[in-house]
């Protein structure tokens, strides 16, 4: 059998690989790098995250070293304010976020600097962030990296479900907004949907904390990168409260919705089966067709 005589099996074959190889890189893309990401080293040692753990984490386990960069740069190293607020309706929300800084970035020698910020943000129980929509944001150019880290299984209900956390890379330099003379302020915004609460009545209350920040930064003279954690002026955490009312389903209607959701199913079984002995009969015969 040679492979001229078949062009269609050639095309077939060729739009497989294509499928194949588009499947692929799309992966590549949107699984995070996890030597980009500071947090990774966290869940390689705990399998959920727990504020009490990773606040040790953020002390001791970050090597953050003496950086010589910290001489030559003029970096906002206090946070003044955060502002938190939830923007949209119903279960899939956006939490927006406006980091207020100390001072600009300036480097004493001339030269030219490169800064990124990293923003951690704890995500309380009963919320998650999906990956998809977060490296759509990084091919738009809003963040330079983005990850999720934790219970990353966005089926899980929330009984079943343990915590996970969004970091999120920036360039600095193109998201500063000056207020005043030794002040900066940045904004974005996270993508975050509810997971189904357990049944009873009402809703569930779900607070959110501030965010960790950092600051990364290099001078282009140099490969040296210089991490450091962003700490609150006074040591006071200025942040606004944010509470998301997730509804529960009630307990009254769930005998109600099984039934239908059973009845349902049944029904659209029984149609898939009509639908493939119809068709399957009327392929048996063609030559009744033609006649």
Not at 102 to 114: A, D, R, T
Request: with cysteine; charged share 20%; glycine share 6%.
């Amino acid at each position: 059998m040679r492979i001229q005589d078949h062009p269609k099996q050639c095309f077939i074959l060729y739009i497989t690989l294509v499928l194949i190889s588009s499947t692929v890189s799309c992966l590549h893309e949107v699984a995070p790098s996890h030597n980009k990401y500071i947090t990774d080293s966290y869940f390689k040692e705990h399998n959920s995250l727990t504020d009490s753990k990773f606040e040790d984490y953020i002390a001791q386990g970050i090597a953050y070293g003496s950086c010589e960069l910290l001489e030559e740069l003029k970096v906002g190293t206090n946070i003044i304010s955060v502002h938190q607020k939830l923007i949209g309706e119903g279960s899939h929300r956006h939490l927006s976020l406006s980091i207020r800084l100390e001072s600009l970035l300036e480097s004493k020698s001339g030269s030219q600097e490169f800064c990124e910020a990293i923003i951690i943000e704890r995500l309380p129980s009963g919320v998650f962030a999906d990956l998809f929509e977060l490296q759509h944001l990084v091919q738009r150019g809003v963040f330079t990296e983005a990850g999720v880290f934790g219970d990353t299984n966005l089926e899980l209900p929330s009984f079943r479900s343990n915590r996970s956390l969004i970091e999120v890379h920036l360039d600095i330099g193109s998201k500063l907004s000056p207020r005043h003379k030794d002040e900066v302020e940045f904004k974005i915004e996270l993508p975050l949907h509810a997971r189904y609460q357990p049944l009873g009545h009402g809703f569930s209350r779900v607070e959110f904390r501030p965010p960790n920040v950092f600051m990364q930064c290099s001078i282009e003279r140099t490969m040296e990168k210089c991490l450091f954690p962003l700490s609150y002026r006074n040591g006071e955490s200025k942040a606004d409260e944010v509470v998301w009312e997730i509804p529960c389903g009630d307990k009254e209607h769930a005998g109600i919705v099984s039934a239908i959701t059973f009845m349902s199913a049944i029904l659209s079984a029984l149609l898939i089966i009509l639908v493939s002995i119809y068709y399957s009969g009327s392929n048996d015969c063609p030559d009744l067709k033609q006649l």
